[in-house]
């Protein structure tokens, strides 16, 4: 390789980031499936060789686990982060969401893997299903502590951490980053409806943002 091939090649790699490729990973994963993608169909999509992926990841399958787990970072980020700025259940529980949505259809721009069956090695899946489990564990735990303090209606944690983890990832199936609303305005009005729906005594005046006049859904 020539010196001005090989300045293309480092100018090519340092215009990738962490979360670009995970990205366009995690689009393609949804769009093609695991099987059906290839590293060189996300290295076409980012505008870069292979040889330039290469230098970030080893294989299609770190990439995918690499996917999984930007998801779980942000998803215990937000828990700790909202048990910081809040003491009342309900309030940690809006923030918790809030941060878990935003953070799908932000960082991930609107793409949520799924985990597919024999997709990961052993050790990756243990991995990827131990961050998951220990965040829907810290869910509930907000679950059961709002509804013992009287904040929220009488529940099944485990029930209701599932309809809630629902809700939010099918966001991405209807979501469009071309379209009217932000990351932010989405993730605070559902998290404030979800949140509005387990409350004792609901506040008259919850602040849910509305929409911009002319606006489509």
């Given amino acids: 390789m020539g ?37 060189d169909g996300v290295a076409r999509a980012l505008g870069v060789t292979k040889a330039a992926l290469y230098y970030h990841v080893r294989s299609k399958e770190e990439l995918l686990f690499q996917c999984h787990q930007v998801l779980i970072e942000i998803a ?12 009342s259940a309900d309030e940690q529980l809006r923030l918790t969401l809030t941060s878990y949505i935003e953070g799908i259809l932000d960082h991930l721009r609107g793409s949520v893997v799924l985990l597919e069956h024999g997709a990961l090695t052993p050790a990756h899946q243990r991995e990827v299903i131990a961050g998951r489990d220990e965040y829907e564990r810290q869910l509930r735990e907000i ?3 709002g509804a013992r303090d009287g904040v929220f209606v009488s529940c ?8 809630l983890l629902g809700a939010g990832n099918w966001i991405p199936k209807w979501y469009s980053p071309a379209g009217p609303r932000a990351p932010k305005e989405i993730a605070e009005t559902f998290a404030a409806y979800l949140v509005r729906g387990l409350q004792r005594h609901p506040s008259a005046d919850a602040i849910v943002p509305r929409p911009e006049p002319g606006a489509g859904a």
């Fill in 156 to 163: 099944d944690p485990r029930l209701v951490g599932f309809a």
């Fill in 3 to 39: 010196p001005a091939l090989r300045e293309q090649a480092a100018g090519a790699r340092g215009r990738l980031t962490r979360e670009r490729i995970l990205a366009e990973a995690a689009r393609t994963f949804n769009r093609r499936g695991y099987h059906g993608t290839t590293l």
């Fill in 143 to 145: 679950i059961a502590r």
């Fill in 76 to 87: 215990l980020e937000g828990v700790r982060s909202a048990r910081e700025r809040a003491s």
